[in-house]
């Protein structure tokens, strides 16, 4: 995981943080190198968050490049179109990826569409980084998972990480990038990789050798899946949190799944794709959001156009249900290991 | 059917749902005698640096420089020169004369759509001659007239209208949605007041760049209901933002009139009382009103002492655009019956009282910009207008929806180009 991607200049020593800290320190790395680059959301300021992933940074880089805003989406990704037209480069926070809707004209109808309509005129370099995912009891409001909503908009590229050395290159790549991008992080996993069991004790990232971080530049370049594991039965399109749990399982059935974790939904890694569909002959494809115009569905008709010649069974989506994310009975709706199992069973029968 | 609930006994009356309902629709006659415009002496002019909670009543007043024979009174008089006021004259009626050219081309079928911001002219060129030239405009859809009094060149407005070979948005636009960087003018989006929250993150980058330029935004009174205008307003009193938001209240939305956005209760400009900034209610009409209004506004904001909100109160004399009738919803007479006038006539007859300006020179000048549109004109149409092959290369469509072009995109442009192989035979490509 350490070393193809590394485009980095300067490799210094390299730290254990969890994922919150790898994001920490992407935007304290590029605060540092990017004199334009302002940080900006709810409670961001000089508590850090209300996950703490700016933590520090106000004080070390000051006021006027890491500050509170209103609670007001809209606001917050409006004013930061402005000052990408001014020459800034802002990275603002949505506290929650479930309160971005507020703010989704300006994204969908003006930080998208800027370069397009003002042929290059202006730009909107702008990365909006937000939690999002469940497990944590968040209910309705504190747990969706908006991605599919994200890559339908024309303009706008949709990063997930799954690890904070992924989180911290990709974040960085994410902010220098001259367009849009929607950094949703995985909130299940700032602290721990998640098996799927909400019983268990929960691994922290020390013990996962991603979460050796360099401590200094880095970047991940968007658009690239990365392989977990390799392997011949079938392959697993899979990103986020689901990486971690779909690894899980996989592990305790033993089978020999080829588990590509997407890191980039738009653009996507469809090269990674076809090569593993076209290998294992079969696709199976898991995600925590809503299935119905899910990323699923895009995921299986792509694969279904490109590689069906090479199917030996029908693609399969393992997703959650099509219901607001339900408080006390998250765990009957998220697909973990039994709903995984299932289809894992299913597709490799058929 | 569900039972319609019974109302508890009681003396009071029922309820009632009030929908607002213009004053005039067509067939009647319009008469505005209870608009209240008070004597231009009547307003004082606060310092630029006083308190928002110690100048309320200019929120709700009227600030007016020229009087209705044509002097220009009272403490808002900017005093600008003889030449200076020629000048003005002259970009507002080049931008009627722009107006009327474009609209009928428009009719004459070359191409979809046209704005005209007829008797709005001195909301747009006045403010913008007040500003600095490095100072950012925002515009909503009807401010040709910043272009046209930053003096960018007209052949570029028309070949963005025809959507030409000229047009340097590469005809992605609808027609009027310039934009123009190096004259200070953001891209118009066509989604009412998204511009306004991006106006104040402009000013607040400014601001925190030490820099010495200021944003100005415009919008509608019918926009004002959207809730980026609110984000925009509580943002620029958060952050003390150096950014001037203009309200052109031209009375009418398409067909709503302005008590849809909540005209019947209060004045535009009052919104600003709410959010703690200065608000100032002006004849939109007067464009020695609109210039020093401006002119308070931006010394205040590059002074730090922070945003402002200027209603403009004003008339709109045409449709909203060559898509609407306006005979379908409001007297064909409003506009004469508007009693604040129009404003290159109020300006015109300020110079010829000055004894700086007369009706040959007035119409010679009408006639040379008349001019200088047809002959600009002759020469867009050259590059082509709307529909008739001339436009921009086919897979220039899939150029700037990234940096890069992704994948996905050229997959798709190399199908597009093959679609028009399969239309139009093998020798398809021109040039």
Known sequence: MMTPENLGSTQTATKTMNMIEAINSAMDVMLERDPNMVVMGEDVGFFGGVFRATAGLQKKHGKTRVFDTPINECGIIGVAVGMGAYGLRPVPEIQFADYIYPGLDQLVSEAARLRYRSAADFICPMTVRTPFGGGIFGGQTHSQSPESIMTHICGVKTVIPSNPYDAKGLLIAAIEDNDPVVFLEPKRIYNGPFSGYYDRPVEPWSKHDASAVPEDYYRIELGKAATVRSGEALTILVYGTMVHVTRTIVEEMGVDAEIIDLRTLLPLDIDAIEASVKKTGRCLIIHEATRTSGFGAELAALVQERCFYHLEAPVERVTGFDTPYPHSLEWAYFPGPVRIATALTKILKD | ?431
């Open chain 2, 1 to 431: 059917m569900p039972e319609t609930p019974r109302r508890p006994a009681s003396n009071l009356p029922p309820l009632s749902l009030h929908i607002p309902e213009p004053r005039y629709r067509p067939g009647d006659t319009p008469d505005f005698v209870d608009i209240e415009v008070p004597p231009v002496e009547a307003t004082p002019r606060p310092s630029e640096a006083t308190k928002p909670d110690a100048m309320r009543e200019l929120s709700y007043g009227l600030v007016r420089v020229l009087d209705f024979d044509g002097q220009a009174k009272g403490q808002w008089d900017p005093k600008l020169t003889p030449e200076r006021l020629r000048v003005m004259l002259r970009y507002m009626m080049l931008v009627r004369a722009f107006d009327d050219r474009m609209f009928r081309a428009q009719r004459q079928g070359k191409t979809s759509f046209y704005m005209k911001c007829t008797g709005e002219e001195a909301t747009s060129v006045a403010s913008t001659m007040a500003l600095d030239r490095g100072d950012m405009c925002f515009p909503s859809y009807r401010q040709q007239g910043i272009l046209i009094a930053r003096d960018y060149p007209l052949i570029q407005m028309m070949n963005q209208i025809y959507s030409n070979r000229g047009d340097h948005l590469m005809g992605r636009q609808l027609p009027i949605m310039y934009s123009a960087p190096e004259h200070g003018f953001f891209s118009v989006s066509g989604n009412l007041a998204t511009q306004y929250p991006q106006a104040v993150g402009w000013a607040m980058a400014s601001a925190s760049k030490g820099d010495s330029r200021i944003a100005t935004v415009w919008c509608g009174e019918g926009s004002s209901a959207e809730g980026d205008f609110h984000s925009a307003l509580t943002f620029a009193t958060v952050y003390n933002a150096p950014v001037i938001f203009n309200v052109v209240n031209n009375q009418w939305a398409i067909s709503s009139f302005s008590g849809f956005a909540g005209g019947e209760r209060t004045t535009f400009a009052a919104r600003a009382v709410g959010y703690g900034i200065a608000g100032l209610r002006i004849d939109g009409n007067d464009p020695l009103a609109v210039y020093a209004a401006t002119q308070w506004a931006a010394d205040r904001a590059r002074t730090n002492n922070g945003p402002t909100l200027i209603e403009h109160f004003t008339y709109r004399s045409e449709g909203h655009s060559t898509s609407d009738d306006p005979s379908a919803y409001r007297p064909a007479d409003e506009a004469t019956a508007w009693p604040l006038g129009d404003p290159i006539a109020r300006l015109r007859q300020h110079l010829e009282t000055l004894g700086e300006w007369d009706a040959e020179r007035h119409e010679a000048q009408a006639k040379e910009l008349d001019d200088l549109v047809k002959t600009t004109q002759k020469q867009s149409e050259k590059l082509g207008i709307l529909g008739h092959g001339m436009h921009q290369p086919f897979e220039t469509m899939f150029d700037d929806v990234f940096e890069e072009l992704p994948w996905h995109l050229k997959e798709q442009c190399a199908q597009m180009l093959a679609e028009q192989e399969a239309k139009f035979g093998p020798n398809w490509k021109p040039e």
